[in-house]
Nanobody, 122 residues
Framework: QVQLVESGGGLVQAGASLRLSCAAS????????MGWFRQAPGKEREFVAA????????VYEDSVKGRFTISKDNAKNTVYLQMNSLKPEDTAVYYC???????????????WGQGTQVTVSS
């Protein structure tokens, strides 16, 4: 069993930055891929970014490329999502997830956190 706890969300103005964290317990992250997804009100959950167990493979959704950076600290069993130049359309609940490969589909992930709210005002 894996428990994932996200933190770092909040209310910011457009152009600001936030760093989300996802702390894992119950299983070491060193051999697993991690992903970030988000879900806006009335919309389906969508892929944001993913990183392989080694950190050597990273994938981003097109709309966040150049603005968001995913990283992981295996020693701390934590994955991060640095979000810069935030836009109102980034407003959503952000979820982290654990899976075998850094893929952009929900089905690739086995465990999910409870989510953290990010709200970007214009």
């Amino acid at each position: 069993q894996v428990q994932l706890v996200e933190s770092g969300g909040g209310l910011v103005q457009a152009g600001a930055s936030l760093r989300l964290s996802c702390a894992a317990s119950g299983r070491t992250l060193s051999r697993y891929a991690m992903g970030w997804f988000r879900q806006a009100p009335g919309k389906e959950r969508e892929f944001v970014a993913a990183i392989s167990w080694s950190g050597g493979s990273i994938v981003y959704e097109d709309s966040v490329k150049g603005r968001f950076t995913i990283s992981k600290d295996n020693a701390k069993n934590t994955v991060y999502l640095q979000m810069n130049s935030l836009k109102p359309e980034d407003t959503a609940v952000y979820y982290c997830a654990v899976g075998a490969l850094p893929r952009g589909v929900l089905a690739a992930y086995d465990y999910w956190g409870q989510g953290t709210q990010v709200t970007v005002s214009s």
